[in-house]
């Protein structure tokens, strides 16, 4: 362990700083927007619904934008600069905003200028040096950025603590903004001074392994998936692959749609979730970023078991298996908001909130991974740029279908809907061939002497 250790420190990139200090301030954000809505506007459930859709939106057209600007200007240097920098201003905005719609119109920015990092830090780590080192540093990278999202939960809990009941909730959910805002400018400094500058060039990259490497830490947030794919992806190109005679399987395009509806049953139950703890169960604003800490600590440590049962019982057996886990948890959860009005017990949060973390390390990494096997091979990258944006999709129609639903009938309501978009996920997914029972992959397989994923 100590060992291993040394050994990333040693080939860890100084600039990776800057990429924790910007994650950190994203991550502390995530939460912290849902309680400024909701503790500070007063605003309601459906306003939050709204606000993830719209978000959502310039997310995915930010990631088919920036990639493709980075590439035009031979630069990515400055486009991380910049994102962190909107990022920056973005958060001193929402500080000082006195309505619902200043908020929305801030977090619209920065969430449009922070997918141009997203889009280019990875093409930094790759670019000029050996493609067998592309996967290691990679996953050096995303777990900067994992390590930064959960210290800016932790943080988040430790600041509201200590100074919630000093000068009140409202004022410590503004100054914490300021002090996020800090941070984006700091970060911007370290990665003006810090990220080499790197000859843009195309790679053809071996999506799928790079993909696996990197994961997506990043939990119920689509929008921050990983965007580097996405300027390989052509919307042009969107007729032929999906009804072209030459385009994509059958089952691949059957795959998009069980994407499409899990990722919408993950909108309608991450959306409210924020909200639900703090204004119906009443929780603390400090103790609602506690039980994000326990969610995002269980995907961390999910993360190398999900790879390890991929390798063993193959993709699909592993996605179904997240879906079912998932589904129980969202019945469960439906259940109880039907026939109880209280908090649950701590206990039981704790471990319905490390369930849905460890569920969403399976789910991602064998969803990636299957939608890599069922394509074929020359139309692996459009495939896996088109399931991020599919997954974009998802969470866009259900941030305010499930903020509405919440609102009038019930955050029960969500939940019973998520729970029904995965059984139907689920019936599509088991209809399914195994990767390995195509015979493109197969003879792939045999070539290189793999063994298959079931």
Known sequence: MRSSLRKWRAEAEPWYAAIGLANLVMGTSAILIPLMIAQVLRCSVGDLGVLSSLVSLVGVIGSLVWGRLSDAAHRRKPFVVLSFAVVSLGFAGIALS????????????????????????????????????????????????????????????????????????????????????????????????????????????????????????????????????????????????????????????????????????????????????????????????????????????????????????????????????????????????????????TPVLVLFFLGIGVSWSYFQLSGVALASRLAKPKYRSQTLGLYNAIAGLGMIAAGVSSGLLAERVGYQATFAVAAILLVISLIVLHRLPAPSSLPEESLRLAQKGERPAR
């Open 98 to 345: 006195q309505s619902f719609r200043m908020v929305l119109l801030f977090n619209m920015i920065l969430n449009f200028f922070w997918v141009a990092n997203a889009a280019v830090s990875v093409l930094l780590v790759i670019e000029n040096r050996q493609e067998s080192l592309w996967e290691r540093k990679i996953g050096h990278l995303n777990q900067m950025g994992a390590l930064g999202w959960l210290t800016g939960l932790i943080f988040g809990s430790l600041a509201l603590a200590a100074v919630s009941s000093q000068i009140g909730e409202t004022t410590a959910i503004r100054i914490l903004f300021l002090i996020l805002a800090l941070g984006g400018s700091g970060a911007s400094l370290l990665a003006l001074r810090l990220i080499p500058r790197t000859t843009p060039k195309f790679t053809q990259r071996r999506f799928r392994g790079m993909i696996i490497a990197q994961g997506n830490f990043l939990v119920e947030r689509a929008r921050f998936g990983p965007f580097h794919l996405y300027h390989r992806f052509n919307p042009r190109r969107l007729p032929t692959l999906l009804w072209g005679e030459e385009g994509l399987r059958p089952e691949t395009k059957r795959f998009l749609v069980v994407t499409f509806l899990a990722f919408a049953a993950i909108g309608f139950f991450a959306v409210p979730l924020p909200l639900l703890l703090s204004q119906r169960f009443v929780l603390p604003s400090s103790t609602v970023f506690l039980y994000f800490v326990v969610l995002n600590s269980g995907v961390v440590l999910a993360y190398p078991l999900a790879s390890r049962r991929i390798k063993r019982l193959g993709n699909k057996a592993v996605q179904q298996w997240a879906l079912l886990m998932r589904l129980g948890l969202f019945v469960a959860a439906a259940l109880y908001l039907t026939l109880c009005a209280v908090a649950p017990p």
